[in-house]
Nanobody, 119 residues
């Protein structure tokens, strides 16, 4: 089992920054890929960025050149540096992890942290 808890949400002005973190606990040695998702008010869940255990990353087009995903495997922590924030970035940001056990992938989710961007 893996438990994920997000931190770092808050209220910022457009153009500002937020740094989110996700702390993983439990069977963290089985975690492979991790990702940040977000859900804006009234919108569908959206993949923001993903990262492999080795550090290979990908970002959604909407956040490219503004957001940076990273991870510290020794600390079992996932990060999302969010710069040049826009009001449309307002969303609940959730941490996701894939755990590999006996050849089967299992999905784990944090409960999310709210980031609000105002003009």
């Amino acid at each position: 089992q893996v438990q994920l808890v997000e931190f770092g949400g808050g209220l910022v002005q457009a153009g500002g920054s937020l740094r989110l973190s996700c702390s993983a606990s439990g069977n963290t040695d089985c975690i492979s890929t991790m990702a940040w998702y977000r859900q804006a008010p009234g919108k569908e869940l959206e993949l923001v960025a993903g990262i492999t255990e080795g550090g290979t990353t990908n970002n959604a087009d909407s956040v490219k050149r503004r957001f940076t995903i990273s991870r510290d495997n020794a600390k079992n922590t996932l990060y999302l540096q969010m710069n040049s924030l826009k009001p449309e970035d307002t969303a609940v940001y959730s941490c996701h992890a894939v755990s590999v056990n006996w050849g089967a992938n299992r999905d784990y989710w944090g409960k999310g942290t709210l980031g609000t961007v105002y003009s």
